[in-house]
């Protein structure tokens, strides 16, 4: 029994250490929060500064309005939002039902429908509208008789009247779907579009609610919504204020460079009392007829005139590094992103990773998120006939261009120079060089082999003609002169 005791005198004592260590680590803690608290207190109190957005001037959270003045005032923020799209688009996809058949009804009436309302011209700018914001719409005009917040129901033959394209400056959500049992849960159920109806001058604005069956909706760089995208131009919002600061400052540079001032030195004597006469007015318009009129000269007494040195700098530098951390941001090679103005081409290792970036995102948005998406709501509707399956096909952006097919031909032709004049076939037989070093096809081996035996056979001819004692041709000129002199 003491034993026992002992032993559990032991454990509660064991158990009350470890209570009060685990008191002291939380009161320690809590001294730690405190003081940490009252540090930030007192230095957001005393210095303002260590908010990076208020020193620099930084907008700290831009909204519709901020992007959209940005791209239309900015080159270079068009230039980010468009050049996704404008890559992504130079070509158009195909729309196949049956790669193996001619065109079924659906491939001819979608064909017949993308030549008429430009449909692919109106993806592409609705894609490039899209990322102004966090989304963009495409309004469907159908001829179904009804209000544009009235639900479309499907009719077979419904026709589409016209196309509309709206970025979310002019585009509110007025409702989404509440019912959690809904497949549609949170997406939205009608629209409060802002249409411009000044054409004919003035400023005529209207509202009107449209239902979400006649509205494409699009939203790029979705991350936790399936409604709202990431603006393309948010991860570079404080590059492309930091761009206008320079581009916009060496400009002023620039312009008080060009007149950098002058300073006027007054001899003293001028300016004691009943000594001088110094008269600052007429200064003051000699100085304003120098500087606004044609007038080049300044008579003075007692001033001396000097020129101030102008203080310019090269801002190329900083609006390089501006432009290159854009770039990296938005995932774009530099040479790319710089386009061809420069007369720079993208190096061979840019143009490969950015075709790659380029299909990725053909094939992972475009093709579910904007074709497709298109297309089954024309389907659903009735405009367009109901297909079996089919396919989106975007051309493959990793194949060759011409000048790196002439390239490949040229390195080919020489290393097959080399390998003959060399008598590599001594050592390496051909058929293995040519599968295994210029990795060509079995197939392209074997009809190269075929060819190469047809022009040994008709050497071989030749040589047994000449041997004969004739010349190749010689028989065929004889019975032309015979039929001449007859």
Sequence with gaps: MADKDKSNVSGTLKQEEARAVFLQNQFAQAITNTLMTRRELVASALDPRR???????????????DFATMYAQEGIARRVVHILPKESWQVDPEIVEDSEA??????????????????????????????????????????????????VTKKEGLQILYLRVFAESVVKIAA???????PRYGLPVLYDITFDESILGGTTLKSR?????????????REMSEVLGVPRMRPVFNRLQDLR?????SAEM????????LSFEVNPDLLADGVGDFDDDALKEQMQNYANGLQRWLSTTGVSVKSLAPQVANPKPHVDEQL??????????????????????AGGQDAKAWAKRVGERQEKYLSPYVVRNFIDRLIALGVLPEPMEYSVEWPDMMAPSDQEKAEVVKTTTETLKAYISGSVDAFIPPELFMTHVLGWE?????????????????MRDEEEVVEEGAVPGEEKEEEEEEVVEE
């Design 51 to 65: 908010d990076l957005n208020i020193e620099c001037g930084y907008i700290d959270d831009p909204q519709i309005t």
């Design 102 to 151: 001619d065109l079924t009804p659906f491939e001819e009436a979608w064909a017949d429908l993308a030549k008429d309302l430009s449909l692919y011209g109106v993806l592409a700018r609705a894609d490039a509208l899209s990322g102004i914001g966090q989304f963009g719409i495409i309004l469907l005009g159908l001829d179904d008789g009804q209000e544009l917040n009235q639900e």
């Design 176 to 182: 989404t779907e509440g019912d959690v049992n809904n």
């Design 209 to 221: 609610l449209v239902h979400w069956t006649r509205v494409i909706h699009l939203a790029d760089n």
């Design 245 to 249: 600061k320079i581009l916009g400052g």
């Design 254 to 261: 620039f312009w008080q460079g060009a007149f950098p001032g």
């Design 324 to 345: 290159r951390a854009m770039s990296i941001s938005i995932g774009v090679p530099f040479r790319v992103f710089m386009g061809t103005e420069e007369g720079v081409l």
């Design 442 to 458: 079995p197939e392209l081996v074997e009809a190269v082999g075929d060819a190469v035996l047809k022009i040994e056979e008709e």
